[in-house]
């Protein structure tokens, strides 16, 4: 059996009663060469029943993978191992997609002159009743890396789109020293995009996206808790190390993320030594501390 064009991942925790919105979605997909590889993390409730009743309906490959809870970072990156796919969408457990979303990435992905510096190709979200979530592009295509989207061109909200499975493998994840840990923001792998390559960004929606704002479960409704703080703080560390040198061009953005990177590392209870030592850029490692007394205030 040849392998599918496109894996779609879907990391899942404890969402039997979301998952059948994202089913519906993929059975009425346009493009069908795909497989849904589906990394249930330690989920209590029914789903694995659900899903073998969605394997004797689906028109594509479905593959199930039970854990024990890992989180979604772990979750992600076991499923960009076993994807077999040339390109890769991970798709949340609770959204859904257009009917043309993997057929439009799809030819947009083979329109594209000079693949080899495109890493993603970035669409547009909307929300469950209709609404664009956040702003559209400037025009497009936009070409462009992620830091210069959000603070040139100054684009907000959700994106979602289709990568190239062997950029997600070029990423460097110290997973020893994550694991165990806890919620993981995606930016930590997510800001290494800008090191291998750009977006091609296009007005055209995709993804539902469900604004399930009474689901306790969401960690959408949680990100700052300070049961976080590990992972935020090797968010903004990982932003510092990848962007280190906007400082003269975008001063203010990096003194943030270095307040940001001072006070969850302080909440995560981290040495000064190993605060200002995990920093790799000179210049931001001076700034940081200078201002690590004022720390506590921010």
């Not at 979750?75 to 439009?104: C, R």
């Not at 090797?234 to 990096?254: D, G, R, V």
């Amino acid at each position: 059996m040849n392998s599918p064009l496109v894996t779609i991942l879907t990391p899942t925790y404890n969402r039997a009663h979301t998952l059948p919105r994202v089913f519906e979605s993929l059975q009425k997909q346009t493009f069908k060469n795909f497989e849904w590889l589906i990394i249930d993390d330690g989920s209590t409730d029914k789903t694995e029943l659900l899903i073998e009743n969605f394997k004797k309906q689906a028109e594509f490959d479905i593959r199930y993978y039970h854990q024990e809870n890992q989180h979604k970072f772990l979750t992600f990156f076991k499923g960009i191992h076993l994807a077999k796919g040339k390109y890769f969408s991970p798709l949340d457990s609770d959204d859904a997609l257009m009917h043309d979303a993997l057929e439009f990435l799809v030819k947009t992905w083979q329109s594209i002159n000079n693949k080899e510096e495109i890493v993603f190709v970035s669409t547009l979200c909307q929300d469950q009743k209709g609404f664009i979530v956040g702003d559209q592009f400037p025009y497009e295509p936009l070409i462009c890396s992620i830091f210069d989207m959000r603070y040139k061109f100054k684009v907000k909200g959700d994106k979602w789109g289709m990568g190239k499975i062997e950029v997600y493998k070029k990423m460097k994840i110290d997973f020893e020293n994550l694991s165990g840990k806890g919620f993981i923001p995606e930016g930590v792998f997510q800001f290494q995009f800008d090191k291998l390559g750009f977006h091609y960004c296009v007005n055209k929606v995709s993804r539902i996206y469900y604004r399930d704002e009474n689901d306790n479960q969401s960690l959408a409704n949680q990100f700052y808790d300070d049961k976080n703080a590990f992972g935020l703080a090797e968010n903004y560390k990982a932003f510092l190390n990848t962007y280190s040198s906007k400082l003269w061009t975008h001063p203010k953005t990096i003194i943030r993320n270095i307040g940001g990177y001072l006070k969850f590392s302080q909440k995560d209870k981290r040495s000064y030594r190993m605060i200002i030592s995990d920093i790799q850029s000179n210049t931001i490692r001076i700034l940081a501390t200078l201002l690590y007394p004022f720390s506590k205030f921010i």
